[in-house]
DNA sequence: AATTGTCGCAACCGCACGTTA
DNA sequence: TTAACGTGCGGTTGCGACAAT
């Protein structure tokens, strides 16, 4: 038996939201809140949405603080950064660029900073000019570069980001704080945890990987170098 | 000015996982 | 124990905007 589907297909709207169902959304949850069930919200909001759909809009683009526009460079290197430590983790990725959303870190890695990546356009950290305090660039782009680009294997890409942040940048408190207390409840963890050195499973007892931390976590900027994902 | 190609982004799709009954 | 359900995530697609010819 199939999965039952998550809504009527042909009894809700689909495509581009309109400004009228932007602010019957905004107006909604401001007002009540999602209610914990994204499901059974746009019914009492008055839209013919999906509730994946009006989840989506507002996380993406109605959620207040959202920032769009322009990366900056010091954005571009915790994207990759990260991404060289923990993959198309995305949503942990997000929570490290504050207003940032998963999907627009995704769009921007996709369309435009695998591109910058390759040409040698992204700083590495390690890379930073000692006298003038300026980053390097990655990569100085050369002629051979500039004028016979080529597109890039996934395995190539990967090797670059490799060599390029062989330090992965920690990742701050907020989302440690979020895996403490989800652990706390439940006394191991969801689905994988990951630090440079060690990978669990759900099966990892929280306290030998508490211990883990403390004893080899300290790399001098005060945090741990430890990715997450949940 | 018209046509074609490319890019960027919003939105959709399907899957995996956690929760609940 | 297990099936149904809700949520979140990453991959992919569709389409409008813009550039190139």
């Given at each position: 038996m199939g999965r039952a589907p998550c809504c009527d297909k042909n009894n809700v709207k689909r495509g581009?939201?309109?400004?009228?169902?932007?602010?019957?959304?905004?107006?909604f949850i401001e007002k009540y809140g999602t209610g914990g069930n994204w499901i059974a919200l746009p019914q009492?909001?008055?839209?013919?949405?999906?509730?994946?759909?009006?989840?989506?809009?507002w996380l993406n683009y109605l959620r207040p603080n959202i920032k769009h526009g322009d990366f900056s460079d010091e954005e571009d290197r915790v994207i990759c950064s990260l991404y060289a430590s923990i993959g198309s983790r995305w949503s942990i990725i997000a929570a490290q660029l504050p207003g940032r959303t998963d999907n627009d870190i995704k769009n921007y890695w996709n369309t435009k900073l695998k591109k910058?990546?390759?040409?040698?356009?992204?700083?590495?950290?390690?890379?930073?000019n000692?006298?003038?305090?300026?980053?390097?660039?990655?990569?100085?782009?050369?002629?051979?570069?500039q004028t016979t680009f080529q597109p890039q294997s996934q395995a190539s890409i990967s090797n670059l980001l490799r060599d390029s942040y062989l330090e992965p940048i920690p990742l701050v408190q907020p989302n440690f704080i979020t895996w403490a207390d989800h652990q706390k409840a439940n006394g191991y963890f969801g689905n994988n945890f990951q630090t440079s050195q060690?990978?669990?499973?759900?099966?990892?007892?929280?306290?030998?990987?508490?211990e883990l931390i403390s004893s080899s976590s300290s790399n001098g900027n005060g945090c741990n170098n430890v990715g997450y994902w949940g």
């Open positions: 581009p939201w309109s400004p009228e169902e932007d602010a019957k959304l905004k107006e009492k909001a008055g839209l013919k949405r999906c509730g994946k759909s009006c989840r989506l809009r910058k990546l390759i040409m040698g356009f992204i700083p590495s950290s390690s890379n930073i000692q006298r003038t305090k300026s980053p390097n660039l990655l990569f100085p782009p050369t002629s051979t570069l060690f990978q669990y499973d759900h099966h990892t007892n929280i306290e030998e990987v508490k």
